[in-house]
C-alpha cells in the first residue's frame, strides 16, 4: 500500500488513525474493523511506514541539575540517572555522571523537553524547556533544574547591618516543645539557608530561629515564629532581623 491511499484511508476513519515516533522511523498505524469466517467482527491491522530524511533529522545536549544548600546559599550540581523526554514522542532517555544527556536522529521541529527523578517523588521540576531541533545540527538545551528539597532561606540584619557569622539555630513543629531541626553559621552578608529536616516534615511547619546572643523576629510576622508551607517543593525566602540582644 502507498502513503498516499493509507491517508485517504485515515481520513475516512480518522478515530483510528495513530502516529508513532520510532527512531528516525515514522509508523503509521490503522486499525479498522473486518469480518472473518462468518459475521464476527475481527481487527484488520494496515501499516505503512515511511522513512524520515537523514538530512532533516538533528541532535539535543544538555544537564540536569539538582538543587542544595551549602553555606548559606543555593546550589546546583549535576543529577545522575535523572530522565529525559521529548513531550508526545518516544524519545527518552537518562543522564549520565554529572547529569549529562544527548539524544539523537531526532526529526526537525519544536519540542517541549521535561526532566524528572522517577524513584523520589520529591524532585520536583524547575522548569520544562521548549527546544527546536534543527537539521544536521546539535541543539544545546539551557540546564533542566530540578529543587530536591524545600529550601527556606534569608538574610537577618542587626539594626540595618547583616547579622553575620553568627550561629543560629532552627527550631520547628506543630506545638511546643519546638523540635531542633539544623543549625548553621550566617555568612558575611547574614545569609542563612536550610533544607527540609531530617525527620522528613520539617520546615513545613512552625519554626523559628534562635541564637545564644539575641531574639531574632521574622519580617513577615514581626514574631519570632513563622510558617514555612510551600507548594510541595518551593525555595522559600524570609528575612529577619534582631529585635534585642540577650
Known amino acids: 500500500m502507498n502513503l ?16 508513532i515516533l520510532v527512531g528516525t522511523l515514522l509508523t503509521t498505524s490503522l486499525i479498522i474493523g473486518g469480518c472473518e469466517g462468518g459475521n464476527t467482527p475481527q481487527p484488520v491491522v494496515i501499516e505503512d511506514t515511511v522513512v524520515v530524511d537523514p538530512a532533516h533529522i538533528g541532535m539535543i545536549e544538555g544537564k540536569v ?7 548559606n546559599e543555593i546550589i546546583y550540581e549535576g543529577l545522575e540517572n535523572a530522565y529525559i523526554s521529548l513531550e508526545g ?38 522548569d520544562t524547556k521548549s527546544i527546536t531541533v534543527r537539521k544536521q545540527e546539535t541543539t544545546i538545551v539551557p540546564d533542566l533544574k530540578l529543587i530536591a528539597e524545600p529550601i527556606l532561606k534569608g538574610k537577618i540584619y542587626d539594626r540595618g547591618f547583616p547579622f553575620a557569622n553568627k550561629k543560629i539555630d532552627l527550631y520547628g513543629g506543630t506545638t511546643s516543645p519546638w523540635e531542633k531541626l539544623h543549625s548553621t ?22 519554626f523559628c530561629l534562635k541564637t545564644s546572643e539575641a531574639i531574632i523576629r521574622f519580617w513577615d510576622t514581626d514574631d519570632e515564629f513563622s510558617k514555612f508551607i510551600p507548594n510541595r517543593y518551593d525555595i522559600v525566602e524570609k528575612d529577619a532581623y534582631v529585635s534585642e540582644s540577650k
Open 4 to 19: 498516499k491511499s493509507l491517508e485517504t484511508i485515515i481520513q475516512s476513519t480518522k478515530n483510528f488513525g495513530k502516529k
Open 65 to 71: 541539575l539538582a538543587s542544595k544548600v551549602e553555606n
Open 89 to 126: 514522542t518516544d524519545f527518552e532517555t537518562k543522564t549520565i555522571r554529572e547529569g549529562v544527556y544527548s539524544i539523537d536522529k531526532i526529526p526537525t521541529g519544536s519540542y517541549n523537553i521535561v526532566a524528572w527523578k522517577s524513584w523520589m517523588w520529591n524532585y520536583e521540576p524547575e
Open 185 to 206: 553559621t550566617t555568612s558575611s552578608y547574614g545569609s542563612y539557608g536550610f533544607e527540609r529536616s531530617k525527620s522528613g516534615s520539617g520546615i513545613k511547619q512552625k
